[in-house]
C-alpha cells in the first residue's frame, strides 16, 4: 500500500531522542526512518511528526489530536504512555488512550499503536513493573476494540537488550530505532532492510570493575540530573517539555534515506 500522509505523535520516543542525525541537525528516530522507507515507495508522501518529549497521553490528545486529525493523514502512529507510568497518573490515562485511538482510527485508514519495553529492568524503577503491565494491557485491549495495528515490542528477543538502547538506558538508542522502524514496516507489509532485524551478537562478559564503572557512570550523568530536574519542575510548576515545539509540525515531503 502506498501512503499519501504519515502523522506521528506521541512522546520523546516518537520524537526521535538518542538517535541524533549524524551531522547533528537533531533527531532522528524510528519514525523518521519509516518515514523515508514511505518515500522509497510513494515519492509524494508527506510526513509529520508532532511527537514532543515529556508528553502525557492526555496531553497528546489535547495538543497533537487536533493537529493530526487536520493533517488529514492516512497513517498515523501513536507510542505513549510512559510518561504516565513514571508520573503515576493513572486517572486519565484509560480514557484518554481510548480518545486518541477512536479518534485516529476514524481520521486515518491505518493507525499503529505501540506496547511500552519493561522500564522496570532498571535499578529503581523494578516497583513500576505492575503499572507497565497493566498499561501494555489496556494498549493491546485499545488496538482490538479499534482495529489498529499493534507493535508489541516484547515480541522482539532483544527487547531488554542495554545495547538497543541510549546512554540514558531508557530511551531508544540508534539501533533499538532501527529496530521498531523495521517493525513497524514489516507489521504496514512494506520492504524491510534486513540489517535492521539482524540478530545481535552475544554479548561479551566483561570485568566487574568495568560494570561498576559504566553504572556509576549513568547514575551520574543521566539518574541525578533526571531526579534533580523532576524536583526542580515540581517546585516551579513546570512539565518536562514545556516550551519545546515538535520538529515537523506540518506535513512535508520527505527524502529517501541513503
Known amino acids: ?8 505523535i506521541g512522546d520523546s520516543c516518537a520524537e526521535g531522542l538518542e538517535d541524533p542525525y549524524p551531522d547533528g541537525r537533531g533527531y532522528r528516530g524510528w519514525t523518521d526512518l ?26 497528546i490528545l489535547t495538543e497533537q489530536v487536533p493537529t493530526a486529525v487536520a493533517h488529514r493523514p492516512d497513517l498515523v502512529t501513536l507510542f505513549g504512555g510512559g510518561n ?10 484509560a480514557r484518554s488512550l481510548d480518545e486518541i485511538a477512536a479518534t485516529m ?25 505492575p503499572r507497565v503491565s497493566a498499561l501494555n494491557d489496556l494498549i493491546t485491549e485499545t488496538a482490538a476494540k479499534y482495529g489498529t495495528l499493534l ?6 528477543e532483544y ?24 517493525h513497524v514496516l514489516t507489521a504496514l507489509k512494506l520492504p524491510v532492510d534486513p540489517a535492521w532485524l539482524a540478530p545481535l551478537p552475544p554479548a561479551c562478559p566483561e570485568p566487574l570493575w568495568r560494570t561498576a564503572s559504566r ?9 541525578y540530573p533526571a531526579v534533580h530536574g523532576t524536583v526542580r519542575n515540581k517546585l516551579i510548576g513546570r512539565q518536562p517539555g514545556d516550551g519545546l515545539v515538535p520538529k515537523r509540525p506540518d506535513p512535508a515531503p520527505v527524502t529517501p534515506m541513503p
Open 84 to 93: 504516565d507510568v513514571l508520573q503515576g497518573r493513572w486517572q486519565t490515562m
Open 34 to 59: 519509516v518515514a523515508g522507507e514511505l518515500a522509497r515507495l510513494s515519492p509524494s508522501l508527506e510526513y509529520a511528526n508532532l511527537a514532543v518529549r515529556g508528553r502525557r497521553l492526555d496531553q
Open 1 to 8: 500500500m502506498h501512503y499519501r500522509r504519515y502523522v506521528a
Open 151 to 156: 507493535i508489541d515490542v516484547r515480541d522482539d
Open 159 to 182: 527487547c531488554d537488550d542495554e545495547r538497543l538502547y541510549g546512554g540514558d538506558r531508557l530511551h531508544l538508542g540508534p539501533l533499538g530505532h532501527h529496530r521498531v522502524a523495521a
Open 105 to 129: 482510527a476514524r481520521a486515518a485508514d491505518t493507525v499503529v499503536l505501540f506496547t511500552l519495553p519493561d522500564i522496570a529492568r532498571l535499578p529503581g524503577l523494578r516497583r513500576l513493573r
Open 215 to 223: 553504572h556509576w557512570t549513568w547514575l551520574r550523568h543521566h539518574v
